[in-house]
């Protein structure tokens, strides 16, 4: 095969997987997006229940490509979690974060974190590190992670998020019912609040079982002493629901996409009539 790399080159790829070729692209153009200046973040209010103010908005990733135009988060972050590229990639979106917390007036950040970057070494370490460069009190950053990223390794993960916690970050844990955790097993990690996962809000209106769910989520977050966001809230009849059943944030396009810097410096201002 060395004799002839080339063409078994060329014929390795023909037959490769378009899949896999796909994968390759992405993480070429990933690992150059930085310089290129193809990444920016979006931000989407989180509303609180009481006084529908903004309380906090959630960075979101994206990625305008050059050359095939814009990339889903949903497609490029699962690629970047398999390897080294997911840190560089959140500490830029944490650079990033941090830095528009200066023009608002009191509202926290909430930063996604995947499994692979919460479980890196030192990650505590790292994250006071970049919070104090940025003269960032830790109270005014949400660390969003998923079940997923804390039940593999439980102990472990209950430890970090000790330590975060003390040191005054607040922790939500995200898309939460989508995953296998046992109800039972939160009380071990040091929480504030609960995201309940957008399926659940879609099918409120049209299934008794997911609006038995939002309510035992609700009633599960409560009776811990947790806050709970209902995330991709699209209507109004959801927002009514939601708020008689007790959740305590809401967050989804009723009330603002997630929106470029400029955009949400004013809605940073807004309150919230219905
Ligand atoms: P997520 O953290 O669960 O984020 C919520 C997703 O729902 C976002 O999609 C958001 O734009 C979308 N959304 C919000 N409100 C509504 C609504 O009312 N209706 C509908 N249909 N959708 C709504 P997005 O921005 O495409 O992000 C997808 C996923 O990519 C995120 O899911 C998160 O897992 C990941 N992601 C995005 N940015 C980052 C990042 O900076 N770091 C990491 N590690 N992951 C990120
Ligand atoms: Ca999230
Ligand atoms: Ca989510
Ligand atoms: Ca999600």
Request: proline share 3%; with cysteine.
């Amino acid at each position: 095969a060395k004799r002839d790399g080339r063409g078994v080159a060329r014929l390795f790829d023909e037959g490769m997987d378009e899949n896999i070729r796909l994968r390759r692209a992405i993480e070429g153009g990933l690992s150059l997006a930085i310089e290129k200046g193809e990444l920016s973040l979006v931000y989407q209010p989180i509303i609180a229940r009481e006084g529908l103010e903004v309380v906090g908005f959630e960075a979101l990733l994206r990625w305008n490509t050059e050359d095939h135009g814009p990339i889903s988060p949903a497609v490029f972050i699962p690629i970047a979690e398999e390897s080294n590229l997911i840190h560089e990639l959140g500490d830029w979106v944490l650079d990033q974060s941090l830095a528009v917390l200066q023009g608002w007036p009191g509202q926290y950040i909430s930063v996604n974190f995947s499994p692979r970057q919460f479980r890196r070494h030192n990650f505590v370490g790292r994250i006071m590190e970049s919070v104090q460069r940025a003269g960032i009190e830790p109270n005014r950053v949400q660390i969003e992670i998923t079940e997923t990223a804390i039940f593999d390794d439980a102990d472990r993960a209950a430890d970090t998020l000790y330590k975060l916690r003390q040191m005054g970050f607040r922790i939500a844990l995200d898309d939460f019912g989508t995953g296998y955790s046992s109800l039972y097993n939160i009380r071990k990690f040091a929480l504030d609040c609960l995201k309940i996962d957008r399926s659940f809000i879609d099918g409120m209106g049209r299934e008794r079982e997911s609006a038995a769910i939002v309510q035992s989520i609700v009633h599960l977050g409560r009776s811990l002493g947790l806050g709970v966001i209902a995330e991709g809230v699209e209507t109004e009849a959801q927002v009514q629901a939601l708020r008689v059943a007790g959740c305590s944030h809401l967050q989804g396009y009723y009330f603002s996409r997630p929106v470029a810097l400029e955009i949400a410096n004013e809605i940073a201002e807004r309150r919230y009539l219905i």
